[in-house]
């Protein structure tokens, strides 16, 4: 278990530092460098910057220096908490970061929860009870999550649940408790705003696992293993919750790895449409403003997420599968 | 095979024929009722024999009137409803389990011999289900006191705590019959849990000593150990371990050793054997491999396509077989006397598919002895050709 343990932390480290060098790579792909972006700034507000002071900028950051100093300075400066200035925020990225994490966390946690209750159960009584009326149905809604776009359910919902209810459902808080402390009735509002992001978000996830758990099940149950547990006299339930589901967990916690970054990523759309204040949006407008600092620490985050994010999952694989936590002892 | 001919026969017929057709066959103990005369031609004559012949004498004095079975198989038909239309993959099995002796059933791939088994134990999977028949069990061996397990629910407790309990079965291939996820010890305490009432310390204890008497070395460190970590050998003991473990009076083994390598397999046989000896229990015997039947087995039911087409005692059936089906599968065998460039002969043709059964006598087209207008038109009944044996097929009309 250990050595697995070491050995799984260093290829996480290996991967970590390949994706730096890519998001470097990315930071430094357009045109010119951030200065003469910071110029092209400062001319639009009708400020000159000086040859002079540009040449100074150029020293400060290093942009002089050959590219292999340019990257070890840069990501020095990332370890040490320094991810570089935002232009489109006027803000250090971190503070940028900072304000909408705790934001993207939650949505992220709580969208994986949602997930796994309802795609898990479904998918096991679809595998259970194959091609019954309600296998159907799982499949049919199943497939519509998948297909339909996320931001235009969030705009069919909105203006149900505004029709309906008369709440309106944008945003994570209700005014008057955006910049207020926390208490129990701001987790309450927050609560009431998660509802419909964290169930939109969740659809095509939800979707997608309910069909990798109905399959997973299909060919465990086929396995003889299980016809073994028939023969000892458990219940159905009993047999099918104790063996094939175990087995068919296995993908399931693979997958949850992606959910993560897919929340920075993949809910930029509807970060707008339903008014969230997210990373994803941040990173929209970072890279329609080319922000480069911003949006290279978004793709530099993303991807140490979903490496910290397979990582985690391995480490629960191990936990659950007894044959990959002793292979290597 | 029928009741009527079978229990009057049946005593006479046992004690016959394990006196007086062994030898060639036979080098092996076997556990019955009625082998007190056999020591003198046993070709080993050994400790596990004489500790045979006690448990068997002293089971001789409670053990019910031969010829009840324990396990009475009746008319069963079992169908796959598919979308490409019904498979008829057990149509009409009948045979009896004895109480103490080992009844093989040999057949080809896809004629039926594991559906049989699983419906015995209402395990047969979707989109499977038993039509017909009656499967009668007689633990106690008194007349007129057996159960239909079919009238049981597949899913009732009752079912359920004869399935693993009073008859539990092993399988065809141990590496992948137990869970890879859960430790061997959680999957035997498991079993004992649904059948027993002792205590997690006590039902861990068990453990170990039914690991230790199928001769799995460090017992107790195996208990907590994955099945990835046995061999293909000792999953099978350990399979054995915990099918025994309830002590079960009918043991089904749906091709035991088929998976196995032969030094293995002759092991894995003699421990079946010792197991048989040592709880007085009735097994029934699947496997396609008549040399293993050959060690194993009292009595055989050789089946084709669903049905069965000959059953009688294991001797006779190697001396004197009488369907043609049998005889060609005999004559199959490679025999260390054949020369190293003769071909083997093989039965022409193969199993149609059973949603093309052929009309009549479903082997007709694959028979030696095909009659025009008999086997093609009617199909044979089982009926009796002799005291001992039972066959279907036209050859034997009217005798």
């Not at chain 1, 696992?209 to 299909?218: E, K, S």
Request: net charge negative; aromatic share 10%; hydrophobic share 45%.
């Amino acid at each position: 278990m250990l050595a697995f343990f070491i050995r799984r932390v260093i290829y996480a480290v290996i991967a970590m530092w390949a994706v730096s060098v890519i998001a470097f790579v990315i930071i430094n792909l357009p045109a010119g460098d951030f200065v003469t972006t910071y110029i092209a700034t400062q001319l639009a507000t009708g400020n000159l910057v000086l040859e002079d002071e540009a040449e100074s900028l150029r020293d400060f950051y290093g942009l002089n220096d050959p590219v292999y100093v340019q990257y070890s300075k840069w990501i020095t400066r990332i370890l040490q908490g320094n991810l570089g200035f935002s232009f489109e925020f006027n803000a250090p990225v971190r503070t940028v970061l900072e304000m909408n994490l705790t934001n993207t966390l939650l949505l992220g946690a709580f969208t994986v929860v949602f997930i796994w209750v309802v795609a898990i159960p479904i998918g096991i009584y679809s595998a259970v009870k194959q091609y019954s009326p309600g296998d159907y149905i799982a499949t049919f809604f199943g497939f519509l999550g998948l297909g339909v776009p996320d931001f235009l359910i969030g705009l069919v919902m909105l203006w149900l649940i505004l029709d309906t209810t008369g709440f309106l459902a944008t945003g994570l808080y209700s005014h008057e408790f955006r910049n207020a402390p926390w208490s129990f009735g701001k987790a309450w509002d927050l609560a009431k705003h998660m509802i419909l992001p964290v169930a939109i978000l969740g659809t095509a996830g939800t979707a997608a696992l309910i069909r990798v758990m109905r399959a997973n099940l299909l060919d465990e149950l086929k396995k003889p293993y299980v016809t073994t547990a028939r023969a000892k006299g458990l219940t159905e339930w009993q047999l099918i919750m104790k063996y094939p589901v175990r087995y068919a967990l296995n993908p399931v916690i693979s997958m949850t790895a992606y959910i993560l970054p897919f929340i920075i990523s993949g809910s930029v759309i509807l970060s707008f449409v339903l008014d969230l204040p997210t990373i994803g949006r941040d990173f929209l407008r970072a890279l329609t403003a080319q922000d480069i600092y911003l949006s290279g620490a978004v793709i530099l985050f993303s991807g140490w997420l979903t490496i910290i994010g397979t990582f985690v999952s391995d480490l629960l694989l191990a936990w659950v599968d007894p044959r990959i936590r002793l292979e290597e002892d | 095979m029928t009741t009527e001919t079978r229990q009057p026969t049946a005593p006479l017929d046992s004690g016959f024929r394990r006196n007086d057709v062994a030898a060639p066959l036979d080098s092996r103990v076997r556990g019955n009722d009625v082998a007190s005369a056999r020591n003198d031609d046993m070709s080993g004559g050994n400790d596990v024999a004489s500790a045979r012949n006690d448990v068997a004498s002293s089971g001789n004095g409670e053990s019910p009137v031969a010829g009840d079975a324990i396990l009475s198989v009746r008319g069963l038909e079992t169908q796959f409803f598919t979308d490409e239309g019904v498979v008829r993959a057990v149509d009409g099995v009948d045979f009896d389990v004895l109480p103490g002796t080992t009844m093989g059933i040999v057949g080809e791939s896809g004629c039926g011999k594991s559906i049989t088994a699983k419906s015995i134990l209402q395990i047969v999977e979707a989109p499977g289900r038993i039509t017909n028949g009656e499967i009668n069990y007689n633990p106690s061996g008194d007349a007129g006191s057996a159960t239909d397990l079919l009238s049981l629910g597949a899913n009732s407790d009752a079912m359920r705590s004869i399935r693993g309990g009073e008859i539990s079965m092993i399988f065809q291939e141990p590496m992948t019959s137990f869970s890879g996820l859960h430790t061997f010890g959680n999957q035997i305490d498991e079993t004992l849990r649904l059948h027993t009432n002792l205590s997690k310390q006590e039902r861990f204890d068990l453990g170990v000593d039914w690991l230790a008497r199928v001769g799995i070395p460090n017992p107790t460190q195996r208990m907590h150990e994955y099945p990835f970590r046995f061999s293909g050998g000792q999953l099978q003991r350990a399979m054995i371990a915990m099918a025994m473990c309830t002590n079960p009076r009918v043991l089904i083994a749906d091709e035991p050793t088929t998976a196995l390598d032969v030094t293995t397999q002759a092991q894995i046989l003699d421990l079946l054997q010792r197991m048989q000896e040592e709880n007085d229990m009735a097994i029934l015997f699947i496997t396609h491999d008549l040399g293993v039947i050959s060690e194993i087995a009292d009595d055989v039911t050789v089946m084709y396509l669903g049905k069965v087409v000959e059953t009688g005692p294991v001797f006779s059936f190697f001396d004197e077989p009488k369907h043609p089906y049998s005889k060609a599968l005999l004559t199959s065998i490679p025999s260390m006397f054949t020369s190293s460039r003769e071909r083997l002969p093989s039965i022409s043709g193969s199993i149609p598919h059973p949603q093309n059964r052929p009309m009549g006598c479903a082997f007709h087209p694959r028979c030696q002895s095909f009659m025009a207008g008999t086997c093609d038109v009617g199909e044979p009944e089982l009926q009796s050709v002799n005291e001992e044996q039972e066959v279907s097929c036209f050859l034997y009309e009217g005798q």
